[in-house]
């Protein structure tokens, strides 16, 4: 991939040198003549930006005011690392810790030869690339952290940072959601008559099933074994039985076919709504729970609705 280099110089032959060598290296040049050009050219390039040289001795605004004000905005802006090294005539110690110290990588004395720069332009490219890496598993892991792996929805910390989001929302803008606890009926059964595998059919079945009716709103969420929560944003109290009843049938409507055999299932959910107020996530859960306890004890196969 082409890297694309923010060449920060005062004198026009500096620059067009640098721009000069660094073409030949295959990299894309953009320039700036002061500080405060190079804070413009960051902040329009930040997006695709690899590397910024960056003089000391510039008029307006020298090089360390400049990278240490690159470096707030990253800051703020929770931006990638992106290297920076300082181009100077200065050989003093003291600046070249000043370089490290506004947030500098590195520091060269002009004049710089091609080799030098090059080698340092892998070096810097190749720490980039390190951290890229890095990012991108961090990423994988978060995902990984917060989905349940048979069904690929959320696990039930996710689910219940999900809530908490919602809830803020609710506290917010006043808009009512609900909050049910479905849980399979006799699922037991289903893993010591068909077999494990087949019970875990089943519940990426209903899981799809669920998906297929939930909106783009509404969420789901494995709390544990065969019990999950669905959260509907923006309901209110005289809809949610009913399009709760929706998830009961969908659930019931057919079996689920594994290995040419048919698993009939049925589930019992507990709805509990919540309208704002300090009411806290575990309160909502647990009453969401009682609900579904009252459906189990009562027969099973039902809408239990608290309000
Ligand atoms: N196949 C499969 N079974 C699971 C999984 N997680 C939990 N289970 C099983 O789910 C069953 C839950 O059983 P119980 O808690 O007794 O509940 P039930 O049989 O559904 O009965 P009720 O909830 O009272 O209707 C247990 O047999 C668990 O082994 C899973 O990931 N895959």
Known sequence: MLMKVLVVDDTNTDRLLLKLHLTKLDY???????????????????????LILM???????????????????QEIKKQEWLPIIFLSASAEESDVEEGILVGGDDY??????????????????????MRRRLAE????????????????????????????????FTRQYGKPLACAIFDLDKFK???????????????????????????ESGIIGRLGGEEF??????????????????????????PVI??????????????????????QKQTLLKRADEALYEAKDTGRNKVIYHQ
């Open 28 to 50: 894309e040049v953009i320039e700036a003549s002061n500080g405060q050009e190079a804070i413009d050219q960051f902040m329009a390039h930040s997006q695709d930006l690899d």
């Open 55 to 73: 003089d000391v001795q510039m008029p307006k605004m020298n090089g360390f005011e400049a990278v240490k004000a690159i470096r707030e905005i």
């Open 108 to 129: 060269l004395i002009k004049p710089i030869s091609q080799k030098v720069l090059s080698a340092k332009m892998l070096a810097m490219q190749r720490i980039a690339d």
């Open 137 to 168: 598993s961090i990423l994988v892991l978060e995902e990984l952290a917060s989905t349940d792996h048979l069904t690929g929805v959320a696990n039930r910390r996710a689910f219940e940072v999900m809530l908490e989001r919602e809830m803020t």
């Open 189 to 215: 059964a289903v893993n010591d008559t068909f077999g494990h595998d087949a019970g875990d059919a089943v519940l990426v079945d209903i899981v799809e099933r669920i998906k297929s009716i939930l909106g």
């Open 229 to 254: 929560g669905i959260i509907l944003p923006n309901i209110c109290e005289e809809d949610a039985p009913s399009a709760f009843e929706r998830y009961r049938c969908i659930v019931e409507e057919k």
């Open 258 to 279: 594994h290995k040419g055999r048919n698993i009939s299932i049925t589930t019992s959910i507990g709805v509990a709504s919540f309208k704002g107020g300090r009411e």
